[in-house]
C-alpha cells in the first residue's frame, strides 16, 4: 500500500506544465519586432550609416546653412562688384566664380534645387512606376502583354536622347524639368514591381482572399502592394539618386535650371568653361556630388538587406 503511494501520479502534470508554459513564454519574449530586426540590419551597414550621416549634413549645410553664410546669389550686378575668380579667402572661402558669385554659398544655393528637384522627380518616378507594374502584373494576359510591349518600346530608346529631346521641346522651368526626369526613370522600377505582383497574386493567401470573394482592389490594397513594398521602398531609393543624376547631367550640358537660379551640374558647366582652370569652382563641387550619389547607393543597398526576408528571423 506505501508502495501504491509513492508511485507518481500520471494525471499530476503540474511541473512539466510549469517548465513548457516558462519555454513558451521565453520563445515569445525572445521575438524580436520585424522593425527592429530591419533596423538591426540596416545599423550593422556602417557605411549606410556613415552615408546617412554625410546626407543628413549635406541637407542641413544646403537649407540650413544660407542662414548663417550670408551671400548674394541671385543678382548679378551686385555679384560682378566682387572680384571674379577670386581665390579663397576668408570673405570666401572656397573664392569667386566668372561672374563674381561666392562659389560656398553658390553650393548651397544650387544644392537646394539639386536636391529638392531630385527628390521631387523620384517621387513621381516610384509611384508611376509603381502603378504601372501594380496594374500590368496584377491583371495579367492581354493588359501585361500590352504593358510589357509599351514598355519594351520605351526602353529600346537611349534614356539621354530621350532626356534631351523633352528637354528641347518643353520649356526649361523647374516644373517641367521635374515632370520630365520623373516620367523617364520608371521604366525598369515598372519591371520590378511587376515581378513582384505577378509572383504574389499566384500565392496561397491572395488565392484564398480570392475565393472569399475580396476583390481586386483590396487583394492589391492587403496583399500584393504591402508584400512588395521591400522593393518599392529600395527602388525608391536609387529612383532619387537617378533623378539628382539626370538634373545634373542636363546641367552641365548647358540645359539646368535658367539664371538666376542654378543646380550643381550647371556650375561645373560654368567652371569648365573658364580658363584657366580654377580648382576651387570645380573639386568641392565634384566631391560633395559624388560623394551625394555615393551615399545613396549605399542606402539603398542597406534598406534593401534590411528587407530581405532571409535575413529575418523566424
Sequence with gaps: MSQLNEMPNPLHLDGPNDERARATTSFESAVVPLWRQRLRIFLQNKLAIASVVYLVLIVLFCYLGPIIWHSNQTNQAIALNNQTNAAPSLHHLLGTDGSGFDVFGRIMFGGEYSLSLGILAGFITIVVGTIYGMISGFIGGAVDATFMR????????????????????????????IVIIGVIGWFGNARII??????????????????????WWHIVRRHVFPNSVSNVVTVATFAIADAILFLTTLGYLGLGIPAPATDWGTM?????????????????????????IVAITYIGEALRDAFEVRLLER
Design 150 to 177: 509599351i514598355l519594351d518600346a520605351l526602353l529600346s530608346i537611349p534614356l539621354i536622347f530621350l532626356l534631351l529631346s523633352l528637354v528641347t521641346i518643353f520649356p526649361r522651368t523647374s516644373t517641367n524639368l
Design 268 to 292: 561645373l558647366n560654368n567652371a569648365a568653361q573658364v580658363q584657366p582652370f580654377y580648382w576651387w569652382q570645380v573639386y568641392p563641387l565634384a566631391a560633395i556630388f559624388i560623394l551625394v
Design 194 to 215: 511587376r515581378g513582384d505582383a505577378l509572383v504574389i497574386k499566384e500565392l496561397e493567401y491572395t488565392q484564398a482572399s480570392r475565393a472569399m470573394g475580396a476583390g
